[in-house]
């Protein structure tokens, strides 16, 4: 059976070009246009790898990240974060929540800038799911 893979982005384009890559790598996709979306079809979907978007209208992919983090039933699920955000800022900003919340969030199972490169993604996916 194919791994459902969801896919948070409020761009068009990229979900097509992510759930593409997906489908034709043997993976089922599932989309989301925000952090709200994303969240239910996480609860109902329980798919094995999460890719989000950071910049999104609604709910950020930084909210949307925090509440799967601490969600007893979606934080096992890994998380590929993808953003035009640099790695840096990502972490920066969740170092500040951490310290803001009093919680410890762990990292994402992997970080990738936008525009992604098809092989980068795959080795992300295949590595997050071993």
Avoid: W
């Avoid at 790598?25 to 246009?33: E, F, K, T």
């Avoid at 980068?120 to 295949?126: K, P, R, S, T, V």
């Amino acid at each position: 059976m194919a791994k459902k893979v969801l896919v948070v982005d409020d761009e068009l384009d990229v979900r097509t070009f992510i759930s593409t890559l997906l489908e034709t790598n043997g993976y089922r996709p599932i989309v989301a246009m925000d952090g709200k979306e994303g969240l239910e079809a996480a609860r109902q979907e329980k798919p094995s790898l999460i890719i989000l978007d950071i910049m999104m209208p609604k709910e950020s992919g930084i909210n949307m990240y925090r509440a799967l983090m601490t969600d007893p039933e979606l934080k096992e699920i890994p998380v590929i974060m993808l953003s035009a955000l640099s790695k840096k800022t990502f972490f920066h900003s969740q170092k500040i929540l951490d310290e803001y919340k009093g919680e410890k969030i762990p990292e994402p199972a992997a970080y990738i800038e936008k525009p992604p490169e098809p092989d980068e993604l795959l080795d992300a996916i295949q590595n997050s799911l071993q």
